[in-house]
C-alpha cells in the first residue's frame, strides 16, 4: 500500500535526517520507550508486539524501509494482521528487501512506532504507556 501523506508527515517526524528515532519528537508525543538488545522479533517477542499493535485498537500494522521514508517519493508499505505469526512473517526470506535495511513498524493513525535495524543492534519501541506495557509484559 502507499501510505497517505498525512500519515507519511507524521512518519517523517519521528525520524531524524539520519534515519534513527527522533528522541525529542518521541518525547513531545509523550510516548514511552523500550528497547531489545536485537533486530530478531520472534516468538516471546513477536507475541508481545502482536499485543502491543492491538492494545492500540489496531487489527495490522505496516512495515516500510526508513530509506523510504525518508525520501521524497511515494512511500510503500507492506501491511501485516496484528498476530504473532505475521510479525515473525515479515522477517522472512519473501520481505529480505525490507528486513536487512532500518525499517519502521507502525500503525495507522500513527500512535506507535518499532525501529528495526538492517544489521543486529537494538530494536527500539516507542507508544504509549499502554504500548509499552504489553512490551515490557
Not at 114 to 119: A, E, K, L, S, Y
Request: proline residues 4%.
Amino acid at each position: 500500500m502507499h501510505v497517505p501523506d498525512e500519515f507519511l508527515l507524521d512518519l517523517r517526524r519521528l525520524l531524524r535526517s539520519d534515519g534513527m528515532l527522533d528522541d525529542v519528537e518521541v518525547a513531545r508525543r509523550r510516548w514511552r520507550v523500550s528497547r531489545i538488545d536485537d533486530k530478531s522479533i520472534f516468538g516471546d517477542d513477536a507475541r508481545r508486539l502482536a499485543n502491543a499493535f492491538r492494545s492500540q485498537r489496531s487489527c495490522s500494522f505496516y512495515v516500510a524501509r526508513v530509506c523510504d521514508l525518508l525520501a521524497s517519493a511515494p512511500v510503500t508499505a507492506y501491511r501485516f494482521d496484528a498476530t504473532e505469526g505475521d510479525v515473525e512473517r515479515f522477517q522472512g526470506p519473501s520481505y529480505y528487501d525490507t528486513n536487512l535495511d532500518d525499517c519502521l513498524l507502525f500503525n495507522i493513525p500513527v500512535s506507535c512506532v518499532v525501529f528495526r535495524p538492517g544489521v543486529v543492534d537494538t530494536t527500539i519501541f516507542a507508544g504509549d504507556a499502554g504500548f509499552i506495557r504489553e512490551i515490557d509484559v
